[in-house]
């Protein structure tokens, strides 16, 4: 099994659209979660960390469900510029990271 | 905000060269830093953990005599695609955090595009 697995999409959705996935992590003593974004050819670039109350930064907002096992990521009013690959990293409280093989989200005008 | 900076971001090589690629911190010392490989719609496979001062630590299946790394000083890790064949092409993708905490940001290099022809 996997320790992150994602839904790989593609999502496509209209601009100003809410879009929504999830990830799910095999190691239930992990302790730290992010989601990265990753533009094509790019590299992955910090979004937002995962917190337990769940926590929201402008129009994302992302919650952890430790029972569960599973990380969800929910994007507002949706811009063109958010279409990218959604990387879902779970960290068990070292300094690895494990890494889903992303999400892939395109807004379309 | 902390910078890795990866160099170079593409290189094409002949089948049975070496290739070396670069990982700096620019603000920052890191006494940890990370080698990625990187597929088409895969996700991040951890290659190695780099330690300054120290011998890497190899992720299992990863040959380490293929894969040489040297961390030399605070500030910067090299990565050698040995003999490099066709099967090593792929994207390489350096991090490093700028404290040792779990729940700190990574910041990745730019990433190296390694084509083996």
């Known amino acids: 099994r996997k320790e992150v697995e994602q839904d790989p999409g593609p999502f496509n959705v209209p601009e100003g659209a809410t879009v929504a996935f999830n990830c799910t992590y095999s190691n239930s003593a992990s302790q730290s979660f992010f989601w990265y974004r990753q533009d094509c050819r790019k590299e992955p670039k910090l979004l937002m960390s995962v917190y337990s109350s769940g926590n929201e930064d402008g129009r994302f907002t992302a919650q952890l469900n430790r029972a569960s096992q599973y990380i969800s990521l929910l994007i507002r009013d949706s811009k063109l510029s958010d279409s990218a690959t959604y990387l879902c990293v779970v960290s068990p409280g070292d300094y690895k990271l494990s890494f889903g093989a992303g999400t892939t989200v395109t807004v379309r005008a | 905000g902390a910078v890795v900076s990866q160099h170079p971001s593409r290189v094409i090589c002949k089948s049975g060269t070496s290739v070396k690629i670069e990982c700096r911190s620019l603000?920052?010392?890191?006494?940890?830093m990370f080698w990625y490989r990187q597929f088409p719609k895969k996700s991040l496979m951890l290659m190695a953990t780099?330690?300054?001062?120290?011998?890497?630590?190899?992720e299992q299946g990863v040959e380490k005599d293929k894969f040489l790394i040297n961390h030399a000083s605070l500030t910067l890790s090299t990565l050698t695609v040995t003999s490099a064949h066709p099967e090593d092409s792929s994207f390489y993708i350096c991090?490093?955090?700028?404290?040792?905490?779990?729940?700190?940001?990574?910041?990745f290099g730019q990433g190296t595009r390694l084509t083996v022809v």
């Open positions: 991090s490093a955090r700028a404290n040792p905490d779990s729940a700190s940001e990574a910041f």
């Open positions: 780099s330690n300054e001062g120290s011998k890497a630590t190899y």
């Open positions: 603000d920052f010392q890191a006494t940890t």
